[in-house]
């Protein structure tokens, strides 16, 4: 075994041993001032083909984000994340278009979309109105993330505890902004539920600030066979996004539909399907992804489970032609708060100018929730 794995594999052990500590979910400070966390640790090894300014190589990473929440009365909120991270694991070093994990890493929580803003990642102030126990409104305003309104998925959506390639997280042909200004509204009303966003970025790949505008309508369906979403998702921006050419201006506007499905007390399949248009330079027009979710109830542990995914992303005015994602985790809960998975992803990105990228990506990842 090369010595950056047992590296890792030495550096994730004491990182579990650390981690054992935890013994509780959530800090709750008074009955209105909380704090929850997650504390989380990574170290990926690749295996790399067709990528000759590349190595095979291993990198770890560890995020903390920390999460307080103020209530003083039960219908208004105060809350604060803030993110901090140790390293930027492979998604410097890796050949690939998309990231190997999702999680905010170093890079991500310094100088937050150009603004010289560091570590506070989201800062907001939420007024429920409750006009019935099935109808409620939710305004919140303050620093933001897209991806908390809009996306949503049961089994494809936490970089902690499930995939961690950014293809199972969220579509990354659907510009989801995080971590600036901005509102949001979530309206429920029986099994239907109404969400938006409008966001101010301070800046994008290309220097320029834009704003952002999304949707989601939700409708939670409930059978014999258990609980499902089914989801629509439509966001668009200004006219700030350079175009291929990089002469003129352009907006960006995509759908997206993320659904999921219990199949009984085991079996779990979600599917995401979305397309953006290409006016402005894009590496991805679409995505076509699903998986399913197996509960540890199969092998005698409920808290654990396992989860397999596949997406194939088709390129956009890019040198990209497509793109192929399969991943596979277990997750194994070894204390109440704190689980340990094994991942291991495939990736390929086709170029239209020959033969790209392809290789195997082997993760061990801790996390631990309080």
């Known amino acids: 075994m090369a010595k950056g794995k047992w590296i890792g594999i030495l550096w994730t052990s004491v990182l579990v041993l650390f981690l054992q ?20 640790g990574a170290y990926q090894y690749q295996d790399l083909s067709d990528a000759p300014d590349f190595t095979d190589t291993g990198r770890g990473a560890m995020p903390f984000d920390l999460e307080i ?13 803030l993110g901090f991270a140790a390293g930027n694991g492979l998604n ?15 890079d991500d929580v310094k100088n937050i979309n150009g603004s010289s803003r560091d570590y506070l990642l989201t800062a907001w102030y939420k007024h429920t109105f409750q006009f019935s126990e099935k109808h409620s409104l939710g305004l919140t305003g303050g620093l933001i993330d897209a991806t908390d309104y809009l996306d949503n998925n049961a089994y494809s959506n936490d970089e902690y505890t499930q995939f961690m390639n950014e293809a199972l997280v969220n579509g990354p042909n659907v510009f ?29 790949d290309d220097g320029n600030s834009f704003n952002f505008y999304g949707a989601e309508l939700q409708y939670r369906l409930a059978t014999s066979l258990g609980k499902g979403n089914y989801r629509v998702v439509v966001d668009w921006s200004s006219a700030d996004f350079l175009d291929p050419e990089g002469l003129r201006q352009e907006r960006r506007s995509a759908i997206i539909l993320p ?27 679409s995505i076509y992804s699903g998986g399913i979710d197996i509960k540890g109830k199969l092998w005698g542990r409920e808290e654990d489970n396992m989860g397999m995914g596949y997406a ?27 689980a340990l998975t094994l991942d291991v992803q495939y990736m390929r990105d086709k170029l239209k100018s020959g033969e790209g990228p392809k290789g195997f990506i082997y993760g061990i990842r801790v996390a631990a929730h309080f």
């Not at 929440?69 to 994340?81: G, H, V």
Request: proline fraction near 5%; charge should be negative.
């Open 92 to 106: 410097n070093v890796s050949p690939f278009i998309l990231r190997p994990w999702a999680a905010p890493l170093e």
């Open 21 to 40: 500590a935890p013994n509780a979910l959530g800090i709750d400070i008074t009955d209105k001032l909380s704090i929850e966390g997650v504390l989380a």
């Open 259 to 285: 659904f999921d499905q219990e199949l009984g007390e085991i079996l779990g399949l979600w599917i995401r399907f979305g397309w953006q248009d290409d006016k402005s330079a894009v590496n991805f027009v």
């Open 176 to 204: 989801l902004p995080s971590y600036d200004m901005g509102g949001a509204f979530e309206w429920g009303l029986g099994d239907f539920s109404l969400d938006g966003v409008v966001m101010h970025i301070n800046e994008n």
């Open 69 to 81: 929440s103020f209530r003083p009365t039960e219908k208004d909120e105060l809350f604060a994340k």
């Open 312 to 338: 194939l992303l088709g390129g956009g005015n890019q040198d990209v032609d497509k793109t192929h994602v399969a991943e596979a985790y277990v997750r194994f809960v070894l204390h109440k708060y704190f």
